[in-house]
């Protein structure tokens, strides 16, 4: 099968694997600057997943009860 997205000519394989590894390197140091420090999301998290549990557990003590 032909590969007909890569352009014909002088087509160096290389040359894009080297402009990805530069924008990986060149984004990394932001990407970790934007790490959540606060625990904000995970405590509204944990408050969710308690009332989805205790409205489960209300329905289920209806129910049976």
């Known amino acids: 099968m032909a590969?007909?997205?890569a352009p014909q000519g002088n087509h160096d394989p290389a040359g894009s694997t080297q402009?990805?590894?530069a924008f990986v390197d060149e984004a990394a140091p932001q990407g970790r600057?934007?790490?959540p420090t606060s625990g904000?999301?995970?405590?509204?998290l944990i408050?969710?997943?308690v009332v989805?549990?205790?409205v489960v557990a209300a329905v289920a003590w209806l129910a049976l009860g």
Request: charged letters at 10%; hydrophobic letters at 45%.
């Open 19 to 21: 402009m990805f590894r």
């Open 33 to 35: 600057q934007t790490a």
């Open 47 to 49: 408050i969710g997943v």
């Open 40 to 44: 904000g999301p995970r405590i509204g």
């Open 3 to 5: 590969n007909n997205q």
């Open 52 to 54: 989805a549990v205790a």
